[in-house]
């Protein structure tokens, strides 16, 4: 499967027109050499901040009956929350349980893009790459562990910099054996 995404030259006008319309209305003036693109590289960093790479979900059968988990440590996530569209960036820790495929192990990173360049919350985002993992691979067991920083809660509000919140979706036996679910949680904790 090939996931695709476009976004056209007449949206990111018009967002660049709502940037200059903002910054404006907050007193930001765009008319020195150095911010005269500055709507336009707003919407462009937006736009960018908000677009998955395409992708091609590479599977391969297990012909080895592999069956012990395979852990991907470390993945970034890079993602806007949904309240603010401020940034939230940490990482994510993926695991499964093969069960008749296994997956191109780039493609975790991948998954985690594809679910994280949207507005988001934490919650949602580990969810959905768990879910997509078990839809796509029918592996025998899923967990996804993300940690992460929001900057709505660094830069503003209650400016608590520093904070990381953990969130984590387990399912198959990854949830309900307590020897692989112990296993899982212990390969991924920091
Ligand atoms: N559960 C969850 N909450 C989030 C996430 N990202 C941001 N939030 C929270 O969403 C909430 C929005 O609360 P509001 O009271 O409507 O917004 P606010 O007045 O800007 O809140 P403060 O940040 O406390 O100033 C805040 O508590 C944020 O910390 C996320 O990924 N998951
Ligand atoms: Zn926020």
Known sequence: MTITTTRDETALDAAEDAARSFLEALGIRCDSPGTERSPRRMAEAYAAMLTPRPFEMTTFPNDEGY?????VRSIPVQSLCEHHLLPFVGVAHVGYLPGGRILGLSKFARVVEMFARRPQVQERLTRQVADWIDMELEPRGVGVVVEAEHLCMSMRGVRAGGTVTTTS?????????PA?????LAAVRP
């Open 67 to 71: 069956d012990e988990l395979v852990v």
């Open 180 to 184: 692989t679910r112990a296993e899982f």
């Open 169 to 177: 979706a387990l399912s198959g036996l990854v949830r309900d054996s």
